[in-house]
């Protein structure tokens, strides 16, 4: 893994780029905002990936920590839906890594669940070839639909809020290169990238629970990928793994940057 700052910047300002684009699409009025030291791109929709706020100061010490985390979940609590905070540890200094969960906590935090920021100089990549599946984009509503309720299953939403954070969207139909892996017809995989600020971006990658761990989400990112390069010439990819995605995105030629950490606000 890189250690370098550099790498860490590059993560939470690609989210806050995309992020910016899929909030903003989903509710023109949305809350987005850059504050000092903080990054606001709330849709308050039922949808919570797409409720985020993340810190942006480089090399923040425990103090500024505090206080942004304290503004931070300030911003959460005057919200009607839930959501997340994302928290890019590379741009902490090392004091303040080492104390940041209890100044969650007492910021009235707690932790929800890892993943790590990665990237690569890695486009173009072949276009994949799995013997289980066909690929279809994105264009219809209702190619849109099951690509919401993938996400929902895989991630243990209610079907509702994905399709709340997806169906009607004009972006993820004409903008984004978003795929779908099926079997047999059946949707079962998908991923999409977008173009964000010269580098083309992951987002949503989702397996149906029951067909995990058959190389699906590899094969249909591989897809979106080639798709999205093909289209913008970009040679840089970045995306922010889940813990099960992890393990699986080096294999494509991305590297870990940063661990992120995801924080909800205590119940």
């Not at 390069?229 to 840089?236: C, N, P, V």
Request: hydrophobic share 40%.
């Amino acid at each position: 893994m890189t250690d370098g700052r550099t790498e860490s910047i590059e993560s939470m300002e690609q989210l806050a780029v995309v992020w910016r684009g899929m909030v903003l699409d989903r509710d023109p009025g949305a809350d987005v905002r850059d504050l000092p030291g903080i990054a606001v791109r709330w849709a308050d929709c039922r949808f919570a990936f797409w409720n985020c706020v993340t810190l942006t100061d480089v090399g923040a010490d425990p103090a500024l920590l505090a206080q942004r985390l304290g503004k931070a979940a300030g911003i959460m609590r005057s919200k009607k839906r839930p959501g997340f905070l994302w928290l890019f540890e590379g741009l902490l200094d090392d004091e303040a890594r080492a104390e940041v969960r209890t100044a969650a906590e007492r910021a009235g935090l707690e932790y929800a669940f890892p993943g790590t920021g990665m990237a690569g100089d890695l486009l173009p990549v072949p276009e994949p070839d799995h013997p289980d599946l066909t690929f279809a984009r994105v264009t219809t509503d209702e190619q849109l639909r099951a690509y919401a309720d993938l996400n929902s299953r895989a991630y243990g939403f209610p079907l509702e809020d994905g399709r709340d954070g997806l169906l009607g969207s004009e972006l993820w139909k004409h903008r984004v290169h978003a795929y779908l892996g099926l079997r047999d017809g059946v949707p079962v995989t998908c991923a999409a990238t977008v173009e964000a600020d010269g580098r083309l971006f992951v987002v949503l990658v989702a397996t149906a629970p029951e067909w995990q761990r058959r190389g699906y989400g590899e094969a249909v990112t591989r897809k979106a990928l080639h798709e999205g390069a093909r289209a913008t010439g970009l040679t840089r990819a970045t995306l922010h793994a889940t813990a099960a995605g992890a393990p699986v995105y080096p294999r494509i030629g991305f590297e870990p940057s940063t661990p992120v950490h995801f924080y909800g606000l205590k119940v």
